[in-house]
């Protein structure tokens, strides 16, 4: 029996439901894929619409990461919000954003010297919708995504590390005591001279320093930076010693994570036994006898 059917009703069989903007995005997603002789089941759980770097930063800290997503999906919903201030985060979580932003079709930039730096995502024309698929969700539907992020991430690093141009300085055996703001208060004068670069000053778990550059201009590629920092190193060496911040302060590389990829001093060394070992592999002459 029909639902609401009588002998002098036909009830709901001939009544159909209004096509929402919903339903016309999921009518054109299943046009788009029969011109495109794409199977969407086939795709359906295999698709992973985030970055390696967003996942691995996701994986370590997953409750954190799933209220900046929210926030994400909240903005990408509203159709009247055009852009999206985040408070003031340290550089490994304004990393995440900046990652995240770029996944999902958004430009962001980070604002403010430190302690106020933050980051703001902007709506352009490239960004369409949020992604389907939350970042736990695709953590949970590819169970090999974990083995896949490390495999991925650690042969990044070795075929990248040692050709990875130069982005920061890190500084060793600092001085007791010293702070963030004795630090940018006695390099204010040479961070000045750097046309286009901030630094985000951060303490790591082996208590040495990292001054990592950051450009706010789109024309500077990434050797550029590398020969800005270069340039610079002479001016921060002698404010290290002048003022005892630190014993040693050395060019390096490093990710998204501030994980140390290369290290200026560790170049040296290589290339210096590198030569030895040349050297001591050089064919030798056989000593010439003076005529008698």
């Not at 950051?214 to 003022?243: G, M, R, V, W």
Request: hydrophobic letters at 40%; charged letters at 25%; glycine letters at 2%.
């Amino acid at each position: 029996m029909r639902c609401n059917a009588s002998k002098t009703s036909d009830g709901n069989s001939k009544k159909t439901l209004t096509c929402d903007d919903e339903c016309a995005r999921l009518a054109r997603n299943r046009k788009l894929a029969l011109a495109l002789n794409i199977d969407p089941e086939a795709h359906k759980d295999d698709h992973i619409p985030y970055s390696t770097d967003t996942l691995t930063m996701f994986r370590e800290n997953t409750k954190w990461a799933q209220i900046q997503e929210r926030e994400f999906r909240v903005f990408a919903a509203d159709e009247a919000e055009k852009r999206l201030r985040f408070k003031p985060m340290q550089p490994h979580q304004r990393a995440f954003l900046h990652s995240l932003a770029e996944d999902f079709g958004f430009d962001s930039e980070s604002m403010d010297p430190d302690p106020h730096r933050h980051v703001a995502i902007f709506k352009t024309p490239k960004f369409v919708m949020a992604p389907m698929k939350t970042l736990a969700e695709c953590m949970k539907s590819k169970p090999a995504v974990e083995s896949f992020i490390t495999t991925t991430a650690d042969g990044q690093k070795k075929l990248n590390a040692s050709n990875a141009p130069y982005n920061g300085f890190l500084l060793s055996n600092p001085r007791f005591g010293l702070t963030v703001e004795e630090l940018r208060s006695d390099f204010s004068s040479a961070f000045a001279s750097a046309a286009s670069i901030t630094f985000d000053v951060s303490f790591l778990p082996s208590e040495e320093i990292v001054l990592k550059a950051n450009h706010t201009s789109k024309t500077l590629s990434d050797k550029d930076i590398e020969a800005s920092l270069k340039s610079l190193k002479s001016s921060l060496s002698t404010i290290l010693i002048t003022k005892h911040l630190a014993s040693t302060i050395q060019l390096c590389t490093l990710d998204f994570s501030l994980n140390i990829l290369r290290r200026e001093l560790d170049d040296n060394n290589n290339g210096g036994w590198s030569q030895v070992a040349a050297k001591a592999a050089a064919p030798r002459r056989a000593p010439m006898q003076a005529a008698v």
